[in-house]
């Protein structure tokens, strides 16, 4: 008559955590489906997301581009100028409302106030993706057809989609007061200046997380019927906290309310899936050693432990051929990632 008599191993602690190597920490995910070699899988969130398309490109899947560099423009510049870094030119995606927005931006069902930034130099800056143009704009016509070009391969990007893995970030954003408009960065860390008057400090609750998303996926199933999506939680901490509170009960608050949102989502969402990197990463089992020694940048051995379990949940690649380990110089150059929230630290030097 007990209850936890048939259950599988992996129900137990002390059989699949504290009674395997850290290494073959292996919690696959429920309802995983097949990623098919050729299947174009985009990619979104925060600054853990982009390691997911590289992982996908070091174990032979092709990495779907919608925006890609113009002819002629050099690796390095392409590079400087996250050409690559995620599927399209949107930068970082931190926050569940923020690619709600970006998905109505794209279509022309949602037109924010809020143009520009102007930088010291005078250059203009788009404050929805205010670190894709290094020297900024010359003015806001430049700037606004630059968006529109964008934008436009953000709607190819979602109605060709095979398979789109969104990495929830952070509870805490920006906003424009003016309409509610979610702005990746502070104003005043990269250009403009903050103005409380004009901007506001919103940190989500999980249930705001979970709405926006189910909101977000019911327009991109509109537009795309045949697309699945994974989601994971970004095991990366809070750089800063504008929060009043210490920033590790800022950080404690923000992925478990990201956490719990994602499960909600995929219960009220069959065709999405929540993936474990968080709790790869972050597991008691690992005792911290997959961060660096700032406690926060996940370390090239933490990023093939995640990939490796994801591989092997979403592809059928022989085992020899997922994720060899080491990554390669694009997992030990950690520092082409591109995280804007790290313009915060930059911002105060």
Known sequence: MNPYADLPAERFWRKVVAGVPPFALAPGPSGAFS??????????GSCFAQHVSRALTEAGFGRYLAEAAPEGLSAEDAEARQYGVYSARYGNVYTARQLLQLFDRAYGTYQPELVAWTRPDGRRVDPFRPAVEPAGYADDATLLAARAEHLAAVRRMFEELDVFVFTLGLTEGWEHRADGAVLPVAPGVIADGFDPARYAFVNARAGAVRDDMLAFLARLFAVNARARVIL??????????????????SNAYSKAALRVAAEEIVEAEPRAVYFPAYEIVTSTANAGRYYADDLRSVTPEGVAHVMRVFLAAFTDAPPLTRVPHPLGLEYARAATVVCDEEAIERSLV
């Open 35 to 44: 990623i098919a070699p050729g299947a174009r899988v985009a990619t979104a």
């Open 232 to 249: 994971t939680v970004s095991p990366v901490p809070l750089i800063a906290s504008y929060a009043d509170r210490h920033v590790l009960v």
